[in-house]
């Protein structure tokens, strides 16, 4: 059974940090992109953060600078760095892995977390 267990998030005031943690299981954790989304009420679902089985990062442009993403394959966990928050950054945050093979792409999403920036 692959399991994408979270951590962190809640209620910060603009400007604060947060640190989102997620831990995997059931998948070989090192094989797989790890990444970060969230959804907004009314919006799309869109991807925050993306790290590469290779170390590779890549974000969304209103979050670099901000956020760091960053993985550790001996604890099969993925981490988000959220500094500077505002606001906008208020959604559901998503624990994503990723393989792609064979023009196969195998997904699977860990359970929401919120984050909150209010003052």
């Known amino acids: 059974q692959v399991q994408l267990v979270k951590s962190g998030g809640g209620l910060v005031q603009p400007g604060g940090s947060l640190r989102l943690s997620c831990a995997a299981s059931?998948?070989?954790?090192?094989?797989?992109?790890m990444g970060w989304y969230r959804q907004a009420p009314g919006k799309q679902r869109e991807l925050v953060a993306t790290?590469?089985?290779?170390?590779?990062?890549n974000y969304l442009d209103s979050v670099k600078g901000r956020f760091t993403i960053s993985r550790d394959n001996a604890k099969n966990t993925v981490n988000l760095q959220m500094n500077s928050l505002e606001p906008e950054d208020t959604a559901v945050y998503y624990c994503?892995?990723?393989?792609?093979?064979?023009?196969?792409?195998?997904?699977?999403w860990g359970q929401g977390t919120q984050v909150t920036v209010s003052s």
């Open positions: 790290i590469g089985t290779g170390g590779d990062t």
């Open positions: 059931g998948i070989i954790f090192s094989i797989f992109s």
């Open positions: 994503n892995a990723q393989r792609v093979r064979f023009g196969f792409s195998n997904n699977y």
